[in-house]
């Protein structure tokens, strides 16, 4: 991996000074309200598998593939769907990203059988990573200069929304409705959503013809930014490889009802929102220390629900807190993958949705697999510990890097050089 330390960006809070008193534009929030029906599918299953695979007759491990499939068409759809509408004007891709996420979800809403709706959840997952890459461009741009981390803890806040509100909601729903009634309630949303996106983003003012995807791909010759990758797949494997599986650990072995489960969702749902807008708004001054601090303390809580998963309130706690420090983060580093590979904001910001849900992936797939083993419910949490301190490695090799490009290149007055703040230009 070749990395000119002279030119790595270093920390500064000049910009962060200069940006106090900034909104940030309405646009941002109408994306995040998309984000929030994008990412309430990703996780609403993790609410009802037991009642999804009870009414589809098959295992929980079977029915957890719906997360696993999901994830994997995100990972596949951000980048491929980035690139094959390149020349598509933003808007566009958005609006046709909702109606093929809400076809999606009537076929899953009308199907019983497996293979059909993990091919269902498949294609809605290719839409969702269409959305989230280029809603996380639009709202970088929108926001400006020393604001692209806080406008990526709004859009980032609206899919942990959806932990808070949407996950536990569809449980909720479940319980008088059947689980095909949640699915049915998103697609209204995705239709909801393409309305208020098509009334408040605007037209895109750059001409597209000229957009190159070859200079897109060799934009992404980066270094730092393929570290940053990969703390974006360990710190979000870590933490969905123990709450993809969160709900057996609930029944089983802290002694909770089936009905009681969304009410202890809502906790991780509330501390990945505020960890979220927390991260978002101190990641432009700190984003390094940030980063490391994150994975360290995510470790720790995994490692501690392990130890009291048998004590309902402390479990409670460290669920919430699970949340908090464990997608904190996320907007930090997808802030840093954006400005390293600057020259292509929009395949770089694919590749953030991308790593988010490679860790999701493997890590998904390889919970189940620890909860059929010998450990049991515990196994998941296990796994998540191992996973998020994987972080430690490259957020701590970047913030080496800053280090030392900070001393060979002190920052010249009235020049921010913040990877979290450099511009996103389209």
Request: proline share 5%.
């Amino acid at each position: 991996m070749n990395v000119d330390e002279r030119r790595l960006p270093v920390p500064s809070g000049t910009t962060a000074r200069r940006t106090t008193g900034r909104r940030i534009p309405l646009v941002v929030y109408i994306l995040a309200a998309g984000t929030f029906t994008m990412l309430t599918t990703e996780f609403i299953v993790a609410g009802i598998l037991t009642q999804l695979a009870a009414d589809l007759e098959i295992s929980i491990s079977q029915a957890g593939l719906l997360i696993t499939v999901f994830a994997a068409g995100m990972v596949i759809g951000a980048p491929l769907m980035a690139l094959l509408t390149l020349r598509l004007p933003k808007r566009l891709t958005l609006l046709l990203a909702l109606a093929v996420f809400a076809t999606g979800h009537v076929v899953v809403a009308l199907g019983s059988n497996l293979q059909l709706l993990l091919m269902a959840r498949f294609i809605t997952a290719l839409a969702t990573g269409a959305f989230w890459a280029i809603a996380g461009v639009v709202a970088a741009k929108s926001a400006g200069p020393g604001m692209a981390s806080r406008a990526l803890g709004i859009i980032n806040a609206g899919g942990m929304l959806a932990t808070v509100l949407g996950v536990p909601l569809g449980a909720f729903a479940t319980q008088y409705f059947g689980w095909r009634g949640s699915f049915w309630g998103l697609a209204a949303l995705a239709v909801v959503s393409a309305v208020l996106i098509a009334r408040f983003v605007p037209q895109d003012k750059a001409k597209h013809s000229g957009v190159s995807v070859r200079n897109e791909i060799a934009g992404l010759a980066s270094g730092p930014m393929w570290l940053t990758l990969a703390a974006c797949a360990t710190t979000t494997g870590g933490v969905l490889a123990a709450y993809s599986y969160i709900s057996p650990l609930l029944v089983d072995a802290t002694g909770f009802s089936e009905i009681s489960i969304p009410l202890v969702l809502i906790g991780f749902g509330i501390g990945s929102l505020v960890g979220s807008l927390v991260g978002g708004r101190l990641g432009d001054a700190h984003p390094h220390l940030l980063t490391i601090i994150a994975p360290a303390v995510s470790t720790l809580i995994l490692l501690a629900i392990c130890l009291l998963s048998d004590q309902k309130l402390p479990t409670i706690a460290l669920i919430a807190l699970l949340g908090f420090f464990g997608l904190g983060a996320n907007p930090i580093l997808a802030s840093l993958a954006i400005a390293y590979g600057k020259k292509a904001p929009t395949m770089a910001s694919s590749l953030t949705v991308a790593g988010f849900n490679a860790g999701t992936v493997l890590a998904s797939w390889a919970g189940g697999k620890a909860l059929e083993s010998s450990m049991g419910t515990t196994g998941p949490m296990l796994l998540g510990a191992c996973v998020a301190v994987l972080t430690l490695i490259p957020v701590t090799i970047l913030a080496i890097l800053a280090r030392r490009s900070a001393r060979h290149e002190p920052l010249r007055a009235g020049n921010d050089l913040n990877p979290a703040r450099l511009p996103c230009r389209n």
